[in-house]
Nanobody, 125 residues
Framework: EVQLVESGGGLVQAGKSLRLSCRTS????????IGWFRQAPGKEREGVAC????????YYADSMKGRFTISSDNAENTVYLQIDTLKPEDTGVYYC??????????????????WGQGTQVTVSS
């Protein structure tokens, strides 16, 4: 059974940094690409970044380049999302998802087969 478990969210002040974790299990880690998404209240889920552990290749949404860094620990089957210089508009639920690595790298939610339960990030001004 594919499982993705996010952690690391919380209430933080603007300007601080946060590292989110997505621990995966139930599949061969290099057979899937892992993506991070976020959903603000009243808004649609939007892609942040994705990574394929096979060669470490990454893809970022244009609006997320600069303050967001995705990385993976292949030994731990875990993908991280580092968020620097947090802003109140970063507030939302952050989800990780898994898609077939054969499809390449994408931030379209519809190509993701499995999702975690999400972790809440709240940034205070």
């Amino acid at each position: 059974e594919v499982q993705l478990v996010e952690s690391g969210g919380g209430l933080v002040q603007a300007g601080k940094s946060l590292r989110l974790s997505c621990r995966t299990s139930g599949f061969e880690f290099d057979k899937k690409s892992i993506g991070w998404f976020r959903q603000a209240p009243g808004k649609e889920r939007e892609g942040v970044a994705c990574i394929w552990s096979g060669d470490g290749s990454t893809y970022y949404a244009d609006s997320m380049k600069g303050r967001f860094t995705i990385s993976s620990d292949n030994a731990e089957n875990t993908v991280y999302l580092q968020i620097d210089t947090l802003k109140p508009e970063d507030t939302g639920v952050y989800y990780c998802g898994a898609m077939s690595a054969g499809l390449g790298l994408s931030l379209l939610p519809l190509v993701y087969d499995d999702w975690g339960q999400g972790t809440q990030v709240t940034v205070s001004s």
